[in-house]
Every structure is written in structure tokens, then in C-alpha cells.
């Protein structure tokens, strides 16, 4: 069996292999103390596959308290081997399982110090505690004491633990199928739910809803998609996104769900419905639009994926940037909030003098009083006069030159003034215009990256699906317009047309995205950017601006490691 990771936890547990450990130690610190026997037994199924049992010669003396308790003299363990020895043998009995322990962070807590002191790498498999399980499966009532002979006692073991390692590692067996038969009751039935029940608080338990619910995940199929739990006038409570949609949905009815909000709403549900998806991407922005289009009141994230806020020059002579709810021709962004788009609004107001009163100037004979702005430089004041319309064209035209990315002329000015800040030994001052300048740029990178892959009439692009096919995607200006998978040993490319044939017809709209979510755009922009995507088909080249704020991005890298408040030398 392979080494398990988080990634692919959901094994049922009939599939897992157990090896449940017990040792015997000098003492109570792993940092002081030595280990003086181990005792393993492999269980896979309720089938015993070995066992692994030695003495260890501890290196020091035993105390006699130890001896007492043990019956684990300084001559039994005299000639044994020493735990350097031991360690590679146990860590291969290990290899693959599932370390099941009494007390585990006592075990787990010694064989990782052993491993550190002879140079061994821990191989930090994952790990169940019986003691923390009877406490999460079993009431204060039946079982007053959750230390192992007590536990033993209760469910009737046949070895009854006398502190020798093999003879409480086997007890710890008897304890441990009693207890999975236990949560067998709660609806647990693969690994990733019985650690999470064993990691939950005490007396967690799946409520009565949620056990009557279980049948809603039934006719689930195991696959990739989006689900939907639908309450009793058909609205939707929930969505969510799942690599195994049966597997998935029915963790919402066991003790593995621990968050309250999630169990009231399954307390509401009466049905789940979901969509197969070829791949997680499609997925994800099938989730992304059905969270756009119901807006179900469960869901935390992602509620409002069309919501964005963006900068635009107003419509006048001398015209100003504000800050706007629908992107339209000649607009920037997108930006998450509103607070980012006027903390962007103002960065781009210190580099270009462009004015920030909200006034209406006429073209001709303008009439008004200069402000502080003009009076510092950083206003040509065309309020009263003082500039033309010809002459503020250029400003305006510096702005959508900066946004654009055809020009970085301001950029470089205000990363100046961040250098000439730090040389005077304004180390303050300098710092914060570094960091203005650093949230400009990234918002800059992100609106030109999504506004160049937008721009794209279509795009073709593949992933390896990790079983020797690919995952593939139809993009056409930043939507996702068809997906689909060539399983190994399927010629790609007629499957390529096919979803090419089939795919959306997405007619561009207005703004700098041609219409597309930011969030959809921005997920796919990301997919197409991860390790092994290529790109199978793309007629009109992806470019990003030349003079964008791409090419500040070691500049970027550079200021966001820099120390909060210094920018300078030293």
C-alpha cells in the first residue's frame, strides 16, 4: 500500500493498514528520557498481517520506580539492541500504515526525538489515538476513565495491558475494533472521518438530522462536479466543489463536520443535486456561476464573483479618475473592493498630476481658485485657467498610457522618489511610498495579465490528468466555453475539435475584460499559469503590454520582502 498523504485521504477503512505501537521508556520526557521496548502489530481489514517486538537497551540506567512499573530490568535490556539499530526496522514496519497509539503524542513524541538524534527522517505518517477516540465515541457515563486497561475492561479484550510493550500494543487492537465499530454508528466510514472524529472535541457527534440525511448523497456519483443542497421550497442553501461528489456529500452527515453553520444547513436540506464536471476547473467555474446566480446564504466566499470595482477617466475637458460599480470601454481593473480602487486611484494621482476635485471645468474661461494641490506641484490647476485642454490631454493621456501599460514612465518617477526618500534617511516616509507603489503595481499586473488573456478570441489548453491522459479547456475571452479529457490512450486532438465544435459562442462586452467575471478570468488565468499546461491552440498571440507593470516584478518582489517601516540601506 503506498504512503498515504491528506491528499488522499477518504480510503474506506476496510482498505487501511493499522499499525498499532506501544513502547516502553526510561521515563516520561522524549527529550531526557530513552526508549526500552517497542511492540507493533500491522492490521489491515481485521486481519493481523505481523508483528514487531524487541527490547532496546536504553543507553542509561532504568529507575527502579520504571521497574516496578514495567517488570523491564537493566539485565533484560543488557546486549539488546540500541534504538539506532531498531529505528530503520520499525520505520519500514511503519512504511504506508496508519501509527495507531494509546496516548500517541507520548510514542510519536519519542520515535521523532530518536529519529533527530541519529540523523533519520520522520516520515510523519498520519496517526490515530485510540485515548481521543473513546472520548469522542464514547460517553462520560460508559466510560468514566479512557486509559487503556479501563478500556479494556469495557469492551472485554482478551489481552489486558501490562505495560510490556507487545501486550499493550495488542490490547490497543482489541480497544481500537471495538471502537471502529463504534463509529460505524456516526456515519464514519473512511480514514479522513475517523481522524477528523478523533481530532474533534469530546462528544461530537453527528446530530440526528444529519443521520437521517445520509440517503441524500446515495445516487451521487463518484466524480468530479459541483453539488448543490437544495432546502424545502427548492432554494439553493449550499454549493461546493468536490474531486468525489458521493464521497464528498456524505461527510456532511457524519461526525467529521464539525462546523455549526454547515449543520444547520444540513438540518435544512432536503435534497442534493449535482453537476459532473470533466475536470476541477470546470468545476470551479461552474461553482463560481452558480454561486453568482443563487447566492445561497450558507456559502462565506465567493457570493458576489461579479462584483468588482474599476477606475475610469470621466467623460469632460479636463477629466479625473473615478471609481466605478460597471466596467465599461477605456476602464481599469477589475478591484476586489472599493477601499483597493481609491488606494489605487490615489497611487496613480501621485505619479501623474492629475487634478482630484470633483468640479465640473468648462473648456473655455474657466473661472475657479487654485488649491493647495497646485500651490505643491501637483495639480497644473486647469480650474483657473492655468492649463488648457490641449495641455491637460497629455496628463490624461499619461494616466491611460500607465494603465494600459504602453508607457512606465510615472512608475519609474515615483520609484525615485522612494530612492531619494531612503538616501536623506527618511526611512519612514521612504517605506510607505515603497508600499503604495507595491499594491499600484499589483494591481496593475493583475488587470493587465487578465485584460491580455481576455483579450483572446479563443484559446486551447491542456493539463496532464496524472493517469496518462489530459484535461482540456475551451477559453474564449476569459470564460471557460467548453472542458473536457483524453483519457490515455485517446488521440487528443479529434477530442480537441470536438469540444472546439461544441464549445460557447462568447460575443465580447464592454470593459477592459470584454465582459468576462474577474473571478472566472482570473481562476482560469491561474490554471493556465500552473507547472505542465500547455498550449494547444491559440491563433491570435497572448501578449501582455511590454512597458506593464510586468516588468517591475522583481522590483515588487524585492519590496514586499523588505522589512515593514525601513527602506534603505543599512
Known amino acids: 500500500m503506498p504512503q498515504l498523504s491528506f491528499d488522499e485521504l477518504g480510503t474506506p477503512l476496510r482498505d487501511v493498514t493499522f499499525v498499532v505501537l506501544d513502547l516502553e521508556t526510561t521515563g516520561g520526557s522524549a527529550a531526557v528520557d530513552a526508549i526500552t521496548e517497542v511492540g507493533a502489530v500491522k492490521m489491515r481489514g481485521g486481519e493481523q498481517l ?53 496516548n500517541s503524542p507520548f510514542d510519536t513524541g519519542f520515535l521523532r526525538a530518536a529519529c533527530e538524534r541519529h540523523g533519520l527522517a520522520w516520515p510523519k505518517p498520519p496517526v490515530l489515538c485510540t485515548a481521543r477516540l473513546a472520548r469522542a465515541v464514547l460517553s462520560r457515563d460508559e466510560a468514566p476513565s479512557a486509559r487503556l486497561s479501563a478500556l479494556a475492561e469495557l469492551f472485554g479484550s482478551t489481552v489486558r495491558p501490562t505495560h510490556r510493550a507487545l501486550d499493550d500494543a495488542r490490547a490497543t487492537v482489541q480497544v481500537l475494533h471495538a471502537l471502529l465499530e463504534r463509529v460505524g454508528n456516526l456515519g464514519v466510514q473512511s480514514l479522513e472521518e475517523l481522524l477528523t472524529l478523533a481530532a474533534s472535541p469530546a462528544g461530537n457527534r453527528p446530530t ?44 456532511y452527515f457524519t461526525a467529521a463536520e464539525r462546523r455549526r453553520r454547515v449543520r444547520d444547513m444540513v438540518a435544512l436540506a432536503t435534497r442534493v443535486d449535482a453537476v459532473e464536471c470533466a475536470h476541477a476547473l470546470e468545476a470551479q467555474v461552474r461553482e463560481l456561476r452558480l454561486l453568482g446566480a443563487h447566492r445561497p ?28 460599480k460597471e466596467p465599461r470601454d477605456g476602464a481599469f481593473g477589475p478591484f476586489r473592493s472599493r477601499r483597493d480602487a481609491v488606494a489605487a486611484m490615489e497611487s496613480v494621482q501621485d505619479a501623474v498630476p492629475l487634478r482630484r476635485c470633483t468640479q465640473r471645468i468648462p473648456a473655455r474661461n474657466p473661472k475657479g481658485t487654485a488649491c493647495a494641490l497646485a500651490e505643491l506641484g501637483r495639480c497644473a490647476a486647469p480650474c483657473a485657467g492655468r492649463q488648457s485642454v490641449v495641455e491637460y490631454a497629455v496628463t490624461a493621456g499619461a494616466v491611460t498610457d500607465l494603465l494600459a501599460g504602453q508607457s512606465d514612465g510615472a512608475l519609474r518617477e515615483l520609484a525615485a522618489e522612494v530612492e531619494r526618500l531612503g538616501a536623506a534617511q527618511r526611512f519612514e516616509a521612504a517605506a510607505t511610498r515603497r508600499d503604495k507603489l507595491a499594491d499600484l503595481l499589483t494591481a496593475l499586473r493583475r488587470g493587465q495579465r487578465l485584460a ?50 461544441g464549445a460557447e459562442t462568447v460575443r465580447p462586452g464592454p470593459g477592459p475584460l470584454r465582459g468576462a467575471p474577474a473571478e472566472e478570468a482570473g481562476v ?31 522590483w515588487l518582489a524585492v519590496a514586499r520582502a523588505a522589512p515593514a517601516g525601513y527602506a534603505g540601506e543599512d
Open 50 to 102: 505481523g508483528e514487531l517486538a524487541t527490547l532496546v537497551d536504553p543507553g542509561s540506567g532504568i529507575p527502579p520506580m520504571i521497574v516496578a512499573l514495567t517488570g523491564i530490568t537493566q539485565a533484560m535490556v543488557t546486549g539488546a539492541p540500541r534504538i539506532e539499530r531498531v529505528l530503520p526496522s520499525l520505520l519500514e514496519f511503519l512504511a504506508g500504515s496508519v501509527l495507531v497509539a494509546h
Open 452 to 501: 491580455a488573456l481576455t483579450a483572446l478570441p479563443e484559446m486551447v489548453a491542456a493539463r496532464p490528468d496524472g493517469a496518462g491522459g489530459w484535461e482540456l479547456a475551451v477559453l474564449r475571452h476569459g470564460r471557460l466555453a467548453a472542458a473536457g479529457v483524453a483519457r490515455r490512450g485517446v488521440a487528443p486532438m479529434p477530442v480537441v475539435a470536438a469540444l472546439r465544435a
Open 208 to 251: 440526528d438530522a444529519q443521520r437521517r440525511k445520509r440517503g441524500l448523497a446515495e445516487h451521487l456519483p463518484n466524480a468530479p462536479g459541483v453539488y448543490l443542497f437544495r432546502g424545502a421550497r427548492d432554494e439553493v442553501l449550499y454549493v461546493g466543489t468536490s474531486g468525489d461528489l458521493r464521497r464528498r456529500v456524505r461527510s
Open 297 to 324: 446564504r450558507f456559502n462565506r466566499r465567493s457570493r458576489t464573483p461579479y462584483l468588482a470595482w474599476w477606475l475610469t477617466l470621466t467623460d469632460e475637458p479636463f477629466p479625473r479618475l473615478s471609481v466605478i
Open 524 to 554: 482560469l488565468l491561474r490554471w493556465l499559469e500552473r507547472p505542465g499546461t500547455r498550449l494547444v491552440h491559440c491563433p491570435t498571440p497572448w501578449t501582455e503590454p511590454a512597458h506593464g507593470a510586468g516588468r517591475w516584478t522583481g
